[in-house]
């Protein structure tokens, strides 16, 4: 299973160098600004300053729609685990309905 690389993804990255910020502000300015708690992780000082200075700054609704489009629906928010080794005939496994 790939998953997603938003912070190197081309319209993620176009969109920061057009407001000057990094990939990561730009994806969590997306979840905060549409109303969504996020709690990002971060242990250096430079990246939590770098979170916080968001409240100073709005995505567009143009570039809300294109980052919405890279939206992969139920493809993109499955993780069903399976490179982990896990078969897929355990009892437990949670995504048989799920290729």
């Known amino acids: 299973m790939k ?3 938003l912070i190197n993804d081309p319209t993620i990255v176009a ?3 057009k407001y000057k910020k990094s990939p990561g ?3 969590l300015k997306h979840i905060v600004q549409r109303g969504v708690c996020a ?3 971060s242990l250096s000082k430079e990246r939590i300053e ?3 200075a968001m409240f100073d700054w709005e995505l ?3 570039d809300v729609a294109e980052i919405d489009a890279l939206d ?3 493809d993109g928010r499955i993780l069903n685990f399976l490179f982990l080794g896990i078969p897929e005939d355990h009892p437990s496994y949670p ?3 799920y290729p």
């Open 3 to 5: 998953l997603p690389d």
């Open 15 to 17: 969109v920061a160098q």
């Open 25 to 27: 502000q730009v994806l």
């Open 39 to 41: 709690i990002p992780k």
């Open 50 to 52: 770098q979170n916080l």
């Open 60 to 62: 567009s609704k143009k």
């Open 72 to 74: 992969k629906e139920r």
């Open 95 to 97: 995504f048989r309905e």
